[in-house]
C-alpha cells in the first residue's frame, strides 16, 4: 500500500514470487479507492486466466479497458452517482483526470495508438453498455469467461467475437442481439442484416480474419 516510490501510480506486476500489486501514495493514496483496487486486481486476474498474453497495443488496451469496466460495473452496483467515472476517489480532481465508461468513440477511427488508456475506453464503454442492457453479473461472466481465449496481439474486433462466442457457450447465445449491437455501436463488429434491429451502416467495422465464428 506504500510502494512505488510514493509515485502516484499503481501497478500489477506478474514478475514476483508471489505475483504482487503495487500502490502509489502521491495525491489520494490509491489503496484508499477502491476503484484502483479492483483494477489492478483484474490485472491479475486476467494474467491468470491468459498468462502471458498482455503483450502487444490492442491487446494491452483491452485489459486496460476490461479492468476499469470492473471496477466501474462494481462501483455501480453500489452506487449509480457519477457510475461512468473510473477512479472517482484517486482521480476526477486536481491530481488527475481519471477515466470515464462512457465514450462515443468507435473503433479502428478513433484508435490513437499512443495511449493504451484512453483507447482502453473503446473497449470498457462497449462493455459498460452492454452491463446496462444484460446486468453486471452476466456482463462480468461474459467478458471474465473471454479473457481464457486471448491472445498475444490480440485485435479489439477479434476480442468482440470471442464475447459474442463466450455468450453462446455460456448462455446458448441468449444475449447475442444486445451484446451484437453494443459491439456494433462502438465499430467493433460489422453491419448484419438480421433480427436484432441494427439498421444503419454508419459504424461498419472490419471483420476479423482471425476467427469464422459468426452467428446468425
Known amino acids: 500500500t506504500h510502494a512505488a516510490n510514493g509515485a502516484d501510480q499503481s501497478f500489477f506486476s506478474p514478475n514476483y514470487i508471489p505475483p504482487s500489486i503495487y500502490f502509489g501514495t502521491v495525491g489520494v493514496p490509491d489503496a484508499q479507492d477502491a ?10 486476474m486476467s494474467e491468470n486466466a491468459s498468462p502471458v498474453s498482455n503483450i502487444g497495443y490492442e491487446r494491452t488496451s483491452l485489459d486496460e479497458g476490461f479492468c476499469d469496466y470492473l471496477d466501474a460495473s462494481y462501483s455501480s452496483s453500489i452506487n449509480t452517482f457519477h457510475e461512468d467515472r473510473v477512479f472517482n476517489w ?6 488527475w483526470n481519471g477515466r470515464m465508461v462512457a465514450t462515443t468513440k468507435k473503433y479502428p477511427q478513433d484508435i490513437t495508438f499512443n495511449s493504451i488508456y484512453r483507447d482502453g475506453e473503446i ?3 462497449a462493455l459498460f453498455q452492454i452491463s446496462k442492457d444484460i446486468g453486471i453479473t452476466a456482463t462480468d461472466s461474459l467478458i471474465i469467461e473471454t479473457h481464457y481465449n486471448y491472445a498475444q496481439n490480440l485485435k479489439m474486433n477479434q476480442a468482440a467475437q470471442l464475447l459474442i462466442i463466450s455468450d453462446s457457450v455460456l448462455n446458448f447465445g441468449a444475449n447475442y442481439c444486445q451484446v451484437y449491437k453494443r459491439l456494433y455501436e462502438r465499430g467493433l ?3 448484419r442484416a438480421n433480427p436484432c434491429g441494427i439498421s444503419s451502416i454508419s459504424n461498419e467495422a472490419e471483420p476479423s480474419t482471425a476467427f469464422s465464428f459468426m452467428q446468425d
Open 90 to 95: 484517486d482521480g476526477h480532481n486536481e491530481f
Open 123 to 125: 473497449w470498457s464503454s
Open 189 to 191: 463488429m460489422p453491419f
Open 35 to 44: 476503484d484502483v483496487i479492483i483494477h489492478e486486481y483484474a490485472h491479475f
